[in-house]
């Protein structure tokens, strides 16, 4: 089937605007070369899926952009070039690919069912090597902690204690910090029991909904 394997010139389009945006890590470009991101949206969507935009994944949810997604990564191999990250937030699972091709050892979670079903049914389709649970994601993944890194793709109102606790000395923390409306993507490092601040761009996530997020609107108070 042309699309199982097509579209490669599509992606070589959405990395050289990627460039054009500012993304410069070759090891970044590298991976949005190699991800085949039509494979994580629905027919309906296959279209758009190189364009430089979130798209619709069911269920009120996004695939985050592309630029949006370049950008935590860079944050990320700049800090953190190896080693067992935790994404909170696998949505259709894009991202956890892009993590997997970058050569981490690649967690995620899920909160929405239908999601983290479909999501693992693509990396098991797919051959991503990458293990995905269904559940809150504020309270990390215990069995496996410590981590190197955390990434949030959805926007958290402060930052989740459990997630922080859950870095190995030396880790990064990366997620977008702020309101509904927008959020600062900030990174916090792990120093022992010091924590380390750095704050960069503005960008609008879905929201993070759990215990050490935002409060779930179907549950009843
Ligand atoms: N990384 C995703 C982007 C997903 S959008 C991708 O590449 O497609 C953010 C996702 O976070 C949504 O699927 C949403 O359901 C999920 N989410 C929100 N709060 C969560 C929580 N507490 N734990 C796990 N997932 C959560």
């Given at each position: 089937m042309?699309?199982?394997?097509?579209?490669?010139?599509?992606?070589?389009?959405?990395?050289?605007q990627?460039?054009h945006?500012?993304?410069v890590?070759?090891?970044?470009l590298?991976?949005?070369?190699?991800?085949?991101?039509?494979?994580?949206?629905?027919g309906?969507?296959r279209?758009?899926?190189?364009?430089?935009?979130?798209?619709?994944?069911?269920y009120?949810?996004?695939?985050?952009?592309?630029y949006?997604v370049?950008?935590?990564?860079?944050?990320?191999?700049d800090?953190?070039?190896?080693?067992?990250?935790l994404?909170?937030?696998?949505?259709?699972?894009?991202?956890?690919?892009?993590?997997?091709?970058?050569?981490?050892r690649?967690?995620t979670?899920?909160?929405v069912?239908?999601?983290y079903?479909?999501?693992a049914?693509?990396?098991k389709?797919?051959?991503?090597p990458?293990?995905?649970?269904l559940?809150?994601?504020?309270l990390?993944?215990?069995?496996e902690?410590p981590?190197?890194?955390?990434?949030?793709?959805a926007?958290?109102?402060?930052?989740p204690?459990t997630?922080?606790?859950?870095?190995?000395?030396?880790?990064?923390?990366?997620?977008p910090l702020?309101?509904?409306?927008s959020?600062q993507?900030?990174?916090?490092?792990?120093k022992g029991e010091?924590?380390?601040?750095?704050?960069?761009?503005h960008?609008?996530?879905?929201?993070?909904i759990?215990?050490?997020?935002?409060?779930?609107?179907d549950?009843?108070s």
């Amino acid at each position: 089937m042309e699309q199982e394997n097509g579209m490669a010139s599509e992606r070589r389009e959405m990395v050289s605007q990627l460039m054009h945006y500012g993304i410069v890590n070759s090891r970044v470009l590298g991976a949005f070369l190699t991800v085949e991101r039509h494979r994580f949206v629905d027919g309906g969507s296959r279209m758009f899926a190189y364009s430089d935009s979130a798209l619709p994944i069911g269920y009120g949810q996004t695939i985050s952009q592309p630029y949006t997604v370049a950008y935590m990564m860079e944050l990320l191999v700049d800090r953190c070039p190896a080693g067992k990250v935790l994404e909170i937030g696998t949505g259709s699972g894009y991202q956890a690919a892009i993590l997997n091709t970058l050569g981490y050892r690649v967690f995620t979670i899920e909160r929405v069912a239908g999601l983290y079903e479909l999501a693992a049914s693509r990396f098991k389709k797919m051959g991503i090597p990458v293990q995905s649970r269904l559940g809150d994601g504020t309270l990390g993944w215990p069995e496996e902690a410590p981590f190197d890194a955390i990434i949030v793709t959805a926007a958290a109102p402060s930052e989740p204690r459990t997630l922080m606790e859950q870095l190995a000395d030396g880790g990064v923390l990366i997620l977008p910090l702020g309101d509904i409306a927008s959020q600062q993507m900030t990174v916090i490092r792990r120093k022992g029991e010091r924590f380390e601040h750095e704050r960069f761009d503005h960008f609008a996530f879905v929201p993070l909904i759990g215990r050490e997020g935002w409060r779930d609107p179907d549950e009843a108070s």
